[in-house]
């Protein structure tokens, strides 16, 4: 039986609220200053509370055309984000202490702010993709 367009787009959301949340506590609870990349992917999350909200109040699978846009650039700029962190390089992004320091490391650093955003990203994508290939007939039994 396939998931519903709609819990799967609200799940998509509470995942969006959550990151974007987690991101707003870190800057403003905490009080780290967030780095380039950690701006760009705020840019690229932010807007996914609101139109995967709205598309999963109305049932728009199509809003895939949409998210996924953001989604992919936002796994991109989190991918290179961790791997400088794994790999410092010096590079022109120095707000809040440069995009390869790690601010706020948890479970013994195996966690960080753009891990976090990585992961938000790809169960974006993922659940969204899933949206997008049940509005396209591709679930089982169809």
């Given at each position: 039986?396939?998931p519903?367009t709609r819990?799967?787009?609200?799940?998509?959301?509470l995942?969006?609220?959550?990151?974007?949340?987690?991101?707003?506590?870190?800057?403003?609870?905490?009080?780290?200053?967030?780095?380039?990349l950690?701006?760009y992917?705020?840019?690229?999350m932010?807007p996914?509370?609101?139109?995967?909200?709205?598309a999963?109040?109305?049932?728009?699978?199509?809003?895939?055309?949409?998210?996924l846009?953001?989604?992919?650039?936002?796994?991109?700029?989190?991918?290179?984000?961790?791997y400088?962190?794994?790999?410092p390089?010096s590079?022109?992004?120095?707000l809040g202490?440069?995009?390869?320091?790690?601010?706020?490391?948890m479970?013994?650093?195996l966690?960080t702010?753009?891990?976090?955003?990585?992961?938000?990203?790809?169960?974006?994508t993922?659940?969204?993709?899933?949206?997008?290939?049940g509005r396209?007939?591709?679930w089982?039994?169809?």
């Open positions: 039986m396939a519903s819990a799967v787009l609200a799940l998509s959301t995942v969006a609220a959550v990151a974007t949340v987690g991101s707003l506590f870190f800057s403003l609870g905490l009080g780290l200053v967030p780095c380039e950690c701006w992917q705020r840019i690229l932010y996914l509370v609101v139109v995967l909200g709205v999963a109040a109305e049932e728009r699978a199509d809003v895939y055309r949409t998210v846009p953001l989604s992919t650039l936002g796994i991109l700029v989190s991918s290179y984000h961790v400088i962190q794994l790999f390089v590079t022109g992004c120095t202490g440069g995009c390869s320091s790690i601010q706020y490391p479970l013994g650093g966690l702010i753009p891990r976090l955003a990585l992961i938000a990203f790809v169960l974006i993922v659940l969204v993709g899933v949206v997008a290939r396209n007939g591709a089982a039994g169809r």
